[in-house]
C-alpha cells in the first residue's frame, strides 16, 4: 500500500475485524480520519471503556458489567428453562420479544470441525454443571451447519439426564414470500409445520 504509516497501521487493524475486507477497512479508516478529532476520540474512549469494564459472566458467559449478569442475578426469572445461544449478542434478539422468561447459557462459539473447534472449546462443560433443577433446555443455535451440529451433540448429552431438549423453529420468515425463499428454509418450514 501507498498510505503513510499510521494510516496502513489503521487499515491492518480494521481488517482484522469480522466481515471487513480490504477496502471496507480502507473506506472505515479514511472515514474515522474525517471525524472531527473529538467524535474520533469519543469512538477509541468507547472502544476502551468496553475492553476494560465487560467481563463474562461466570454462570452463563453473557457479557456483563456485573458478575452475575443482570439475567442470572434477577429473582424473576425462570430457573427452571435454559435458552442456550451461541454468543451474548443473540441474547439481545431474543430478549426484543419480550416473550422469554428463562436463564441463559453462551457457548461463546459452535462445532466446527473445519475450523479446528470441538465440544472442548465452547462452554459446553458448563452448561452440564447448571443442569440441576432445571426441566427445559431450549437451543437456539444458528440454523448453520455449526449450529445444527451442535445442538445435536448437546441435545445427545442432555435427553439422557430426563430434561425436556427443545429446538427452536426454524422456516420461513413472518411478510416473506414463497418465491424468494430458499430450499433449505422451506425444507425447515415444512417440517415445523403446525396444525391450524
Not at 117 to 146: F, H, M, Y
Amino acid at each position: 500500500m501507498y498510505f503513510p504509516q499510521p494510516l496502513t497501521k489503521l487499515i491492518d487493524q480494521l481488517r482484522r475485524l469480522p466481515g471487513i475486507g480490504p477496502k471496507s477497512a480502507q473506506r472505515l479508516a479514511f472515514h474515522i480520519l474525517q471525524l472531527p478529532q473529538e467524535d474520533a476520540v469519543k469512538l477509541s474512549d468507547a472502544i476502551i471503556d468496553a475492553r476494560q469494564r465487560l467481563t463474562y459472566c461466570t454462570s452463563c458467559f453473557n457479557l456483563t458489567e456485573s458478575n452475575p449478569c443482570e439475567y442470572c442475578a434477577s429473582e424473576y426469572r425462570n430457573r427452571s428453562v435454559i435458552c442456550i445461544v451461541q454468543e451474548p449478542r443473540d441474547i439481545a434478539a431474543i430478549e426484543k420479544t419480550r416473550e422469554y422468561k428463562g436463564l441463559y447459557h453462551v457457548l461463546q462459539g459452535a462445532i466446527s470441525p473445519m475450523e479446528g473447534i470441538g465440544p472442548d472449546q465452547i462452554r459446553i462443560q458448563e452448561l452440564l454443571g447448571r443442569l440441576e433443577n432445571v426441566e427445559e433446555v431450549i437451543l437456539a443455535t444458528s440454523p448453520n451447519v455449526e449450529g445444527e451440529a451442535t445442538a445435536m451433540y448437546i441435545a445427545r448429552l442432555i435427553k439422557p439426564l430426563g430434561i425436556k431438549v427443545t429446538r427452536i423453529a426454524h422456516g420461513m420468515p413472518v411478510g416473506g414470500d414463497l418465491e424468494y425463499v430458499d430450499e433449505v428454509t422451506l425444507i425447515k418450514a415444512l417440517e415445523n409445520r403446525r396444525e391450524m
